[in-house]
């Protein structure tokens, strides 16, 4: 049985740098950052009503001449057994996948690679890989399989990138570095400059977001460490830098 696909975007240019993609969003995750705004897909439930994999498939096959790929989302798309059927019937409409996931399982990802399934990673970095990235996302975690995760892409040959959501209540400027300082060597880092509306966690709708010049240092900063490090939504925020041996921040 195929996981419920509980969100469909028809087409973006926002998803997957350089393509026109349709995104699906899956149910459930083992995360609960506070400035998560799918709290809607948080809990893997059948409430709401799934979008029929039929009608996903029409879509594609109906955009084929210009969507460039379908975009794998959540929650955490990971923790659905039958992920990988998922991704075989995209691939079998000859449909490129990007996987957007929070690099807990490094199993199910090692897999996914291996066979060839995938094209495009997106992994979200929460925090350095310290006492920090519990304070973030609020709940036990792995750091092992954090590690892991981001060493299978480093390691790969397809696409990847790795992205942190900047809130100022989890992470002083000081923490973004050190996050970067986890995906040493990276190919592409983005930053993702905090939202104060729909949050999960409601109190953080006080909390004011770093400005430009603030977001754009940091990139500066962090770009000592990654091969780009740009924040997202500001081409002009971009920064290269000869980065140092890859590694994970150990």
Known sequence: MLP??????????????????AVVFLPGCNYRCGYCHARHLLSHTD?????????????????????DG????????TLHASLRELIELFRESDVPVKLDTN?????????????????????????????RYEKVVRQPVNLDAVRACIEL???SDIGYEFR???CPESLAPDDVVDTAKAVRGAA????????PWNCLD???HAVKPYNDEQMRDLAGRCAKYVRRCIVRGDAASEVTHPPAAPGCGR
Not at 47 to 67: F, G, K, Y
């Open 164 to 166: 942190t959501t900047v």
């Open 70 to 77: 379908v975009v794998i989302s959540g929650g955490e798309p």
């Open 188 to 195: 592409l880092y983005y930053l993702q400059r905090f939202r």
């Open 202 to 204: 409601e109190t953080l």
């Open 4 to 21: 419920p696909i509980k969100g469909l975007i028809e087409n973006t240019l926002l998803d997957w740098e350089g393509r026109l993609a």
């Open 47 to 67: 409430q709401d009503e799934a979008i029929p994999i039929q009608h996903v498939l029409a879509s594609l096959l109906r955009d084929r001449n210009w969507v």
């Open 103 to 131: 690099g807990s399982r490094p199993k199910v990802l090692e897999s996914l690679l291996e066979d060839g399934l995938l094209d495009y990673v997106a992994m979200d970095v929460k925090a350095p890989l310290d006492e």
């Open 153 to 155: 892409l480093i390691e």
